[in-house]
């Protein structure tokens, strides 16, 4: 079973930037669908996307961050990255990294945290 270990997170000033990273103990080559979540703290709602990569590269973007994060991977260390500038405030959310694997379903990390202080 493929597990995931996010890590980067921290606390930040509002405008500065942070590079999160998932790395996976499995090959990427069966993932589907592969990405990053975030839940805000005290949310009453499930994780919601931020964005992910497909098995073509095609990368897709939740409109809130849109030209601030970009998502990446290195197949040579099965890691997907996501690095994040110009954070806010209403960033400050849990990361998780997700993906749709074929023959596993879906595997969630276990999340790292990002505190942006204005």
């Known amino acids: 079973q493929v597990q995931f270990v996010e890590s980067g997170g921290g606390l930040v000033q509002a405008g500065g930037s942070l590079r999160l990273s998932c790395k996976s103990s499995g090959e990427m080559s069966a993932f589907v669908a592969w990405g990053w979540y975030r839940q805000a703290p005290g949310s009453g709602k499930g994780p919601e996307l931020v964005?992910?990569?497909?098995?073509?590269?095609?990368?897709v973007y939740a409109d809130s961050v849109k030209g601030r994060f970009t998502i990446s991977r290195d197949s040579s260390r099965d890691t997907l990255w996501l690095q994040m500038t110009s954070l806010k405030p209403d960033d400050t959310a849990a990361y998780y990294c997700r993906a749709a694997i074929v023959g596993q379903g879906v595997v969630w990390g276990q999340g790292t945290r990002v505190t942006v202080s204005s």
């Open positions: 964005g992910h990569i497909l098995t073509d590269g095609t990368t």
